[in-house]
């Protein structure tokens, strides 16, 4: 019953363009596939993520 609402949590909004994605599991750098902005994350449980911040050797 809860399968969505925990789906929800593993997946990202990019903040640059808003596009909700799902990043490989434990990575810690996704791109987002709308935008291609890349974004440093981390996952405080196992089944969230949390955007930390920008990659900013990408960033031109
Ligand atoms: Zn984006």
Known sequence: MNE?????KSQLRC?????RFEPAEKAT???C???EME???TWPAN????????VW????
């Open 4 to 8: 969505i609402s925990d789906k929800r």
């Open 15 to 19: 903040l640059n363009c808003f596009t």
């Open 29 to 31: 750098e996704v791109k």
């Open 33 to 35: 596939p709308k935008c």
């Open 39 to 41: 974004w440093r994350i």
């Open 47 to 54: 089944d969230s993520v949390k955007i930390r911040g920008p």
């Open 57 to 60: 050797s990408t960033v031109k």
